[in-house]
T-cell receptor, first 116, second 115 residues
Framework: GNSVTQMEGPVTLSEEAFLTINCTYTATGYPSLFWYVQYPGEGLQLLLKATKADDKGSNKGFEATYRKETTSFHLEKGSVQVSDSAVYFCALRAAYSGAGSYQLTFGKGTKLSVIP | DAEITQSPRHKITETGRQVTLACHQTWNHNNMFWYRQDLGHGLRLIHY???????NKGEVSDGYSVSRSNTEDLPLTLESAASSQTSVYFC??????????????FGNGTRLTVT
């Protein structure tokens, strides 16, 4: 079946540090890949996505590139801010169509804390 | 603005009681989902629906049921609450199908405690 593996947290960084959160996946074909962010007390929000190999998703200074050869979708940001403190989830949606293909499979989440 | 609303935000109930968590979306999305979030497990799919009168079991459906009588609502029922169902529950929705599928929109969650 499909699965997503994220690096274990929590991750604590100083403001303006470089961020990488690793994400690898197992799936057949070419799934769509997502990063969601969850701020305290809130639901998940889509951060960025990529739907085919070599696509780069980007938003709010975050980037992730769909690497089919390494089955990875690592999240990066060049300079984190305190406001980036949240839990980050990597997720995939299966490539096949039909029943059961519209839901997302999530990783376990990585908690990021950015200190001033 | 369109939104997805969950209620209540917090609920405490006793073992064995029936509990219903509400989810209402004004996006007019055809696809709706229920997830539970637990430390160390991330989000796991409970049930989902692709339209009115359609419901399907997810990864962790035992002890839960849903019904879809209209586009806007997908209530989640715990038939006989158990302590193992203490969790944070998220409802989500999306529209379209195939390559036209939109990303998921999430509600703010319901924190359920079963004592």
């Amino acid at each position: 079946g499909n699965s997503v593996t994220q690096m274990e947290g929590p991750v604590t960084l100083s403001e303006e540090a470089f961020l990488t959160i690793n994400c690898t996946y197992t799936a057949t074909g070419y799934p769509s890949l997502f990063w969601y962010v969850q701020y305290p007390g809130e639901g998940l929000q889509l951060l960025l996505k990529a739907t085919k190999a070599d696509d780069k998703g980007s938003n709010k200074g975050f980037e992730a590139t769909y690497r089919k050869e390494t089955t990875s979708f690592h999240l990066e940001k060049g300079s984190v801010q305190v406001s980036d403190s949240a839990v980050y989830f990597c997720a995939l949606r299966a490539a096949y169509s039909g029943a059961g293909s519209y839901q997302l499979t999530f990783g376990k989440g990585t908690k990021l804390s950015v200190i001033p | 603005d369109a939104e997805i609303t969950q209620s209540p935000r917090h609920k405490i109930t006793e073992t064995g009681r029936q509990v219903t968590l509400a989810c209402h979306q004004t996006w007019n999305h055809n696809n709706m989902f229920w997830y539970r979030q637990d430390l160390g497990h991330g989000l796991r799919l409970i049930h989902y629906s692709y339209g009115v009168q359609d419901t399907n079991k997810g990864e962790v459906s035992d002890g839960y049921s849903v019904s879809r009588s209209n586009t806007e609502d997908l209530p989640l029922t715990l038939e006989s609450a158990a302590s193992s169902q203490t969790s944070v529950y998220f409802c989500a929705s999306s529209e379209g199908s195939g390559q036209g599928l939109s990303p998921l929109h999430f509600g703010n969650g319901t924190r359920l405690t079963v004592t």
